[in-house]
């Protein structure tokens, strides 16, 4: 169990050291880049829609990535706004990784690109511990999904730096009660801001577009309790195995990582939806 643990650990912090390079290298040329988490269903692609459209017309030189485990519909859908968009099929991993992305940019996103919204797996489990190299998680959580989505999920929660509620035009029909919502949000990220939206209705339009080009202009995010206690845990470790090396202390690390977590994955197909500037 200790070799498998520590084999995770390994493997998270190779992916943060890409993350790290990678987001380094994005911000030199002025990207941001913007990770859009939530389960299947959320609304999450209705809303970037709107976002990606809103953009362009203010003239952000903006771009969207999406991943899916099948299909291009949502590379299509979001395809309609006309700003360039690129389809990741993962072949059914339930997650992007740092590297993957790294490879999916090169040659694709144009060199001005501003924004970057790359839309995930959907999934709020897998992705929740991968950095992409991103300056602002979003978390996105529909009102049909239960207000105790962020006790059931944690982490990805936890990490998020902006949490959107989305289909708020439907939330007095399927009683959705935001205050216990917003409580639960605190529990798990105290301090982080939820915002609401309705793609349908307009509600709330605009606001992830300009905390993202906020991020991108330097203002301070949130930083979630959470990402501080793991940024300690990691320093910890990372001391800890220092210390075993200078006593001489080996770790056996032959044991393959579990199935959800193999890094041996094929390589995604990549597909570019049709699209104008």
Known sequence: MCRTVDLRQ?????????????????????????????????????????????????????????????????????????????????????????????????????????????????????????????????????????????????????????VVVTKTDIARAVEFDEAAFRANVEQVNPGVEVVLTSARAGTGLGVLLDRALAAGSGTRTHTPVMARQQQAHAHGHDHDHEHDHEHGHEHDHDEDLDQGHDHEHPHPHVHTAAQTR
């Not at 040329?29 to 988490?37: A, D, S």
């Not at 992007?96 to 090169?106: I, T, V, Y």
């Open 10 to 162: 390994a493997v998270l912090a190779k992916n943060d050291a890409t993350a790290r390079v990678l987001r380094t290298e994005l911000t030199a040329r002025g990207t941001t880049v913007v990770n859009l988490l939530s389960s299947p269903g959320s609304g999450k692609t209705a809303l970037l829609e709107r976002e990606l459209l809103l953009a362009r017309e203010r003239g952000v030189a903006v771009a969207a990535l999406t991943a899916d485990l099948a299909t291009e519909n949502d590379a299509l859908r979001l395809a309609r706004s006309g700003v360039p968009v690129k389809q990741v099929l993962t072949d059914g991993l339930c997650h992007l990784e740092a590297a993957m992305l790294g490879r999916h940019l090169d040659g694709w996103l144009p060199e001005d690109t501003r924004l970057l919204f790359v839309e995930n797996v959907g999934n709020l489990v897998c992705p929740a511990g991968y950095d992409l190299g991103e300056s602002l998680r979003v978390v996105l959580a529909s009102v049909t999904e239960g207000e105790d989505k962020p006790l059931k999920y944690p982490t990805a929660f936890g990490l998020a730096q902006l």
